[in-house]
T-cell receptor, first 116, second 111 residues
Framework: DTEVTQTPKHLVMGMTNKKSLKCEQHMGHRAMYWYKQKAKKPPELMFVYSYEKLSINESVPSRFSPECPNSSLLNLHLHALQPEDSALYLC???????????????FGPGTRLTVT | AQKVTQAQTEISVVEKEDVTLDCVYETRDTTYYLFWYKQPPSGELVFLIRRNSFDEQNEISGRYSWNFQKSTSSFNFTITASQVVDSAVYFCALGAQKLVFGQGTRLTINP
């Protein structure tokens, strides 16, 4: 089963709101990712978790706060966002890569976020 | 530095035509991985293929085929007898934990 699920599908929030995006996978993957994608652009990596530990933070503003409660779940907590943060947020998972082997990532359907 | 170039921003063909999407990459690594993903209008990126730098064998999967040439740093993707359902944005990517994506090629298959 190569499925990554994300909730909600759509989210509209004000700049003072606090909300969370959720991602779940049951493929036994030990690496999970958050990406941001603006219209007509490729996905941009935000965070990488490997074995439930944050391994990469691509200098993302602190108004985005990731959390990995266990190996199957990944959250992205949102607070005091700006209108320019409106985008498609994609979650992905993969087997944990090492120096020799790189594995493909499986993506969820995304959460389309609008900040008003 | 790693870089992926997909020079074709948009391609539009009529159904049943063959179409090739170009991908050129730059890397100083001797061992690397290349990927193709499809993003239909629904938004989800769908994994299509992974290729490592030691395996230059071309691959065919149904109507899809991939041509990997290290000599020209290219990893091109061909769809044979295209169908309307192939309409999507296609991304070529390089790397692993940090995927370096090309800008994508928007493919439209017209009935």
């Amino acid at each position: 089963d190569t499925e990554v699920t994300q909730t909600p599908k759509h989210l509209v929030m004000g700049m003072t709101n606090k909300k969370s995006l959720k991602c779940e996978q049951h493929m036994g993957h030990r690496a999970m990712y958050w990406y941001k994608q603006k219209a007509k652009k490729p996905p941009e990596l935000m965070f990488v978790y490997s074995y439930e530990k944050l391994s990469i933070n691509e200098s993302v503003p602190s108004r985005f706060s990731p959390e990995c409660p266990n190996s199957s779940l990944l959250n992205l907590h949102l607070h005091a966002l700006q209108p320019e943060d409106s985008a498609l947020y994609l979650c992905a998972s993969s087997q944990a890569s090492d120096r020799r082997i790189r594995y493909e990532q499986y993506f969820g359907p995304g959460t389309r976020l609008t900040v008003t | 530095a790693q870089k992926v170039t997909q020079a074709q921003t948009e391609i539009s063909v009529v159904e049943k035509e063959d179409v090739t999407l170009d991908c050129v990459y730059e890397t100083r690594d001797t061992t690397y991985y290349l990927f193709w993903y499809k993003q239909p209008p629904s938004g989800e990126l769908v994994f299509l293929i992974r290729r490592n730098s030691f395996d230059e064998q071309n691959e065919i999967s149904g109507r899809y085929s991939w041509n990997f040439q290290k000599s020209t740093s290219s990893f091109n993707f061909t769809i044979t007898a295209s169908q309307v359902v192939d309409s999507a944005v296609y991304f070529c990517a390089l790397g692993a934990q940090k995927l370096v994506f090309g800008q994508g090629t928007r493919l439209t298959i017209n009935p």
